[in-house]
């Protein structure tokens, strides 16, 4: 299986991959991209239950916030190997060991011919369900699903009943085309489902996904403290925001500033933090760069929000580049030329004494 990857790094979390097997066609979905821009995660062949478990174990769980399974296929195409994976993981005895979700498309009963919902009880600390659709026509419309329209019903039959056998439910939609009508109609539909079974639901509308039950939001100073690796806790927060979603792309924003220089002296003693202004990396990221014919960056912007950064030539600036193609040693220019991004990148303007930490998954 060499050049699988079945475990990764997400935002903070260990994913795991365990199939490619899917029994929809969603029209957004990056299956069908050629091979390379599919890269290590289009697996050769699926990997033993055996194989997942001990790579997951021969991890340093305490450093993720969950274990998620979710790849590039249906994680309950492979249920009872899923199910049989959880159970081996919480008879390990590990300290570390982080809560456990599933990504599904909610048509877990379906393909494995039987109600596998009480069968997530005591496994699944949450469950994050694929809606995508505010009705039966506009979900088949998205997702061609193999069932048919079996499988719309099937899906909300999965969100109603897994909320009575595990804590956290989790319904999202993929903002594809979709009019503000369309999302409040998502949103109404949720909502429901929620009310069906008495459940609590909270609304939070972000980037790409758009509905979460039962989410929490997180404490971005504590994330960029950890990843970064500083004692933030003089600053001040001036700004933050986040678009990252239940599956993990989003964009986090968060703007800190100081009274006195403490964090300087932090900075300049850290060798991963270079002196502004920065090199090519650093102008395209931050303030973006352009000829007479293209322009690429800056990355933490768009038609959602993000931030514009004034331009900054004295501080310091760093880059963490997460995607699970990075290795140890290469151009971080490479960062650049992938089909997908999964970075950091944190820059200090010593004059304002202020911190920007942007956070990019896509």
Known sequence: ???????????????????????????????????SALG?????????????????????LGGYEEIVFCGYGEPTCRADDMFWICDQLKASGRDDLPPIRLNTNGHGSLINHRDITPELAGRLDAVSVSLNGSNKEEYLRLTRPGAGEA????????IRTATQHVPRVVVTIVDYDKTPEEIEACRRLAEEQAMKRGIGFLLLTVGLVCLLAGCQGKDLTAQAEKELGLDLSGGTVVTQSDTHSGNGDGLSVLVLRWEEETLEQQLAADARWQPLPGDLLCQTLFWGVSDETSRI????????????IPPVTQGYWLVLDRHSQAKEGEDPEELLHRYSYNCTAALYDTAQRTLYVCRLDT
């Open 1 to 35: 299986m060499t050049g699988d990857i079945i475990t990764y790094d997400y935002f903070g979390s260990l994913y795991i991959n365990m199939t490619n097997r899917c029994d929809s066609h969603c029209v957004f979905c990056i299956r069908d991209q050629e091979d």
């Open 40 to 60: 290590g995660l289009w697996l050769q062949e699926e990997p033993t239950r055996e194989a997942v478990l001990e790579e997951i174990l021969g991890q340093d």
């Open 151 to 158: 499988a719309w019903e099937g899906m909300l039959d999965f």
């Open 297 to 308: 960056g800056p990355f933490f912007q768009d038609n959602e929000g993000g931030i514009e």
